[in-house]
């Protein structure tokens, strides 16, 4: 009898062996998609998404100027191997991620970044980038502002890595926002608004499945 239990045991144990490295296979797959945490040597990238460039002739912009949607403003970058970088001129290093979510087309031109304690980023519109204002026809070129317009700070979340729209201040015009700071002690954020030259202070509500909303806005200081 304990022969036979035995023998049982054994049969189910390979079966179990068997299961386990598809298992992980699949958390692997699942995990390859979700944002990853920040490693030593990793920062993250806002940039300019460019202009759309005549296809017969690539180096030529298409004038008058449009931004080009399809390419991303926000990414995870490795700066570890600095002999990539090229003497006197801007360095692009490696994307470690970029999320489907992070182009102009959602996003919009954005330049503030900031980092909560979950991982969460946090990126806010812009028009630093003046290039494209000087190039573009209209005071909003499709691209310039992503969907929450240019008062817009955008979150992603640190589970799915998709970015929405956190918060849309009031006043920022065609001029966007500047910078942005997290306060870990009390889990909100700072924004400085260059439409109205105030900084608003916003609460993050934490929710489930590493979901945020914005707490009641207000108006913390001049600047």
């Not at 180096?59 to 002999?83: E, G």
């Not at 959602?106 to 900031?114: C, L, S």
């Not at 573009?136 to 008062?151: D, E, H, K, L, R």
């Amino acid at each position: 009898m304990f022969e036979t239990n035995f023998r049982r045991s054994a049969r189910i144990g390979r079966k179990f062996r068997l299961v386990a490295p598809l298992v992980s296979l699949m958390l692997a797959a699942t995990q390859a998609q979700a944002q990853p945490n920040l490693k030593k040597g990793e920062v993250v990238l806002t940039t300019f998404s460019g202009f759309v460039h005549d296809s017969a002739n690539p180096p030529n912009v298409i004038l008058p100027a449009q931004i080009d949607p399809s390419r991303y403003v926000l990414r995870i970058v490795d700066v570890r191997d600095k002999s990539l970088a090229p003497m006197g001129a801007n360095w692009l290093p490696k994307a470690v991620y970029e999320d489907a979510s992070w182009t102009a087309a959602n996003m919009g031109q954005v330049f503030g970044v900031a980092i909560d304690s979950t991982g969460a980023i946090y990126a806010t519109a812009t028009t630093v980038y003046g290039d494209f204002r000087t190039k573009c026809t209209g005071p909003q070129p499709v691209g310039a502002f992503g969907s929450g317009g240019p008062g817009a700070v955008y979150r992603t979340n640190p589970i799915t890595g998709a970015a929405s729209v956190f918060a849309s201040l009031p006043n920022a015009t065609d001029v966007g926002l500047g910078n942005i700071a997290y306060d870990p002690t009390n889990n909100q954020v700072f924004v400085t608004n260059l439409g109205d030259g105030q900084i608003y202070r916003i609460p993050i509500v934490n929710g489930v499945g590493g979901a945020a909303s914005a707490g009641p806005t207000q108006v913390w200081a001049p600047f």
